[in-house]
């Protein structure tokens, strides 16, 4: 409700009055009066009714209720230029100072007093009006004046120069988007309006951030302003800015919203640091106590974080695997780890590597490169004659590869039986493989296509080639680092150091466990099987086949690794792991969330480039092979590129069965939008 200030017994007709319309003072004139109503006559020549109460703190000068229309209209108006003259002319500012610290609130008067004598109605008046729009000094509570103290003063000027620049760039960025969004529409260049650097960096930043999804409460409400109008298109800001040229075509977005730096200069923010552990290493050095390791690796691995050698004994084998040890001289929870630990993973993508290490650790000086002096741990694996693991024996040692040699050159030699250390290393991941799937393991098995990307932005191009399988040399390493992981899993929990695991607890049906190859074979299985997760109880993965599964095979590449090899080695040096189990558990809150950003980028960002190739050959037919048929829709594979495609059964004729082959093309494929649409579907 409404107070009701009264500033006379009555207001008599005649009287010149104010009250507020909109957020301006309004001058009216009193027609006549009636317990508390006023029919007034405004200076717009419009009639009105309004309640006393409605009425500004100051009133007069009171003139005959006889005059005309128009008399009355020359008098509102002279009146009304007469108060403009006086507040142009007052200083609010230095009556706000000179009321400083004398009262919290005053009525109008109060303040006309430290002006003038004796202030007239029209004195008062312009008072109150300077007064009224004074908001970061006063505030205006009828029929008084509240003085703000010279904090909230500070306060609010600060506000209202927030809000005034909030305002300069809400302008300017509606027509900037606007045009922005016109010329990509149009598939042209933009003409873009002039501005100020500082406007032009506040948009540019807003876009970006925008893109990234880290607006901030301002940001967003001068998104929301600035977009208003333009299309509901999910990357809107990212086509906006590729519009405007600040991000180039193919920009890869996934990498801004994991908030995860592409490339190295990233570390450079931590050189100190990295010298530091450059020094530690160097002091620290000593001779290798072992030097007969090998590594297979792809011929492009920099990151080289394990290598294995081999021995057949009386009751069966010993193998002993090396993981490097990028812990050996880590001060965790320092700038540089938690920066480590934000990146959680390298990325393996079509247009590079970029590694969770800084590259002057990760592919230099921790790297299990052959014929360097590196610090690791050898783990001695006891196996039987049959393959089953007797014993795990870890130790941390300075050791000295022998050679990194690829995974097809290794698998040449397997072939030809040319290494017999490389053939009986085979020979036992064949034993591990047989076991793993009498536990129920689902191995699959499927081509691996190359994406290579060639230049940057507009210049970009994309090319798909299948990687030529080396299936021996492959399986070793994969047994090998399964053996390495599980074994040490199973040492962890009988000797009580907390780790890392990660388990898929599930039970299997008997059909799902061996080795499929076949895309619809392989979609069946998949369907099977729930995502493993990240948990410090050792429990069995179902799908690999084990009891336990604790990752600490590739600490050059994963923080998950990381964090296993520093208990194990921790432990091995006196005793006692470096964090209890309390603590592993709540650092596995924020390493979740990592870890699901950044795959998101190692998930899509592959797919992003294979829709980008098919998208230029659209109408070319290719491969495809029916691996699902349930419901209206069935689903298509591509095993030659790994992407599936969906369509609706009426395309593909009336007799379906999985393992059908047929060519199929495309009439869309949207890459960004991750969209892709059949055009026709012919049975071979």
Known sequence: MAKRTSFSPTLRPGTVVEFMHGDQPQLAW?????????????INKREMKLPEARLLPWHGPICSPDLSRQDIQNTLNDHQATRGEIQAGLDVMELWELA????????????????????????????????????????????NFEIWSAEKVALKMHQKAEEKAREAVSSAGQELLRTLWTAHSQGRTPQIPTMDQELV????????????????????KIWAAISKGLPDQPHLPLLLAQSWGILPRHHNYHLDEAEYAWGNDWSESFLNEISELEEHFSNQAAPAEVDDFISIDASTTRDIDDAFRIEKTETGYVVSIALARPDAHWTFGSPLDRAVLHRATSLYLPEGTSHMLPEQLGTGLYSLIQGETRPGMITDFTLSDEGELLSVTPRTAWISVKA?????????????????????????????????????????????PIVTVTGEGQQASVDISLKTPSPRS???????????????ALWANENNVPLLYRTQDIALPQESAGIFTEPAAILRA??????????TNPKRHAALG??????????????????????VCTFLADGTPRLDTDTLKKLIIHLKMRIQSVSTVQRFRPRYWKLVYLAKQRKKYQSAVL?????????????????????????????????QQFQINFTKIDPLNNEIRLGEALEE
């Open 526 to 535: 998949v369907k099977l099987l729930l995502p493993p997760t990240l948990e």
């Open 30 to 42: 009193v027609l006549e009066e009636a317990s508390g109503k006023l029919r007034l006559l405004t």
């Open 201 to 220: 960096s506040t948009l540019e930043q807003i876009l970006r951030h925008k893109v990234a999804e880290t607006l901030d409460e301002t940001e967003q």
């Open 474 to 488: 492959e399986l070793v390493i994969s047994e090998f680092m399964i053996l390495a992981n599980s074994g040490l």
């Open 627 to 659: 691996v699902e048929e349930a419901g209206p829709m069935a689903t298509l594979a591509m095993p030659h590129l790994q992407v599936n495609v969906r369509a609706p059964k009426k395309m593909l004729g009336d007799k379906l069965y999985p393992g």
């Open 546 to 567: 084990v009891p336990a599964y604790a990752p600490i095979t590739s600490p050059l590449r994963r923080y998950t690794d990381f964090i296993n090899m520093s208990q």
């Open 100 to 143: 400083q610290g004398e009262v919290d609130a005053a009525p109008l008067t109060w303040f006309a007093g430290l002006l003038w004598e004796e202030p007239t109605p029209d004195q008062l008046a312009a008072l109150g009006r300077a007064m009224l729009q004074a908001k970061t000094h006063f505030k205006f509570r009828p029929p």
């Open 404 to 448: 990194n040699i690829t995974y097809e050159f290794a698998d040449a030699a397997i072939r030809d039986g040319s290494d017999e250390s490389l053939v009986l290393a085979h020979e036992v991941a064949e034993k591990l493989i047989e076991r793993r799937i009498a536990s129920g393991a689902c191995v699959i098995r499927k081509p691996e």
